[in-house]
Nanobody
Framework: QVQLVESGGGLVQAGGSLRLSCAAS????????MGWFRQAPGKEREFISA????????YYADSVKGRFTISRDNAKNTVYLQMNSLKPEDTAVYYC??????????????????WGQGTQVTVSS
């Protein structure tokens, strides 16, 4: 059982930055691909970014490409999402997800094995 705990959300002005963290309880964290998703009020959950178990492959939604960077530190069992040039439309609850299969955390059409509880990001204009 993998427990995921997100942190780092908050209120920021447009153009600002935040770094989200997702800490995993599992000591075999390095064998899991990790993804970030978000859900805004009244909207469906949206894929944002994913990273392979080694960190060698990363994926981004077009809406965040060039502004967000995903990374991981397997020694700390943590995945990060650096968010720059934030826009009001980035406002959402952000969730991290884990699965042993990379493709599962790159789309909303499949269900990752594990989810965090989410962290709120609010970008004011």
């Amino acid at each position: 059982q993998v427990q995921l705990v997100e942190s780092g959300g908050g209120l920021v002005q447009a153009g600002g930055s935040l770094r989200l963290s997702c800490a995993a309880s599992e000591r075999t964290f390095s064998s899991y691909a990790m993804g970030w998703f978000r859900q805004a009020p009244g909207k469906e959950r949206e894929f944002i970014s994913a990273i392979s178990w080694s960190g060698g492959s990363t994926y981004y939604a077009d809406s965040v490409k060039g502004r967000f960077t995903i990374s991981r530190d397997n020694a700390k069992n943590t995945v990060y999402l650096q968010m720059n040039s934030l826009k009001p439309e980035d406002t959402a609850v952000y969730y991290c997800a884990a699965d042993k299969t990379l493709v599962v955390v790159t789309t909303t059409r499949t269900a990752p094995g594990y989810w965090g509880q989410g962290t709120q990001v609010t970008v004011s204009s």
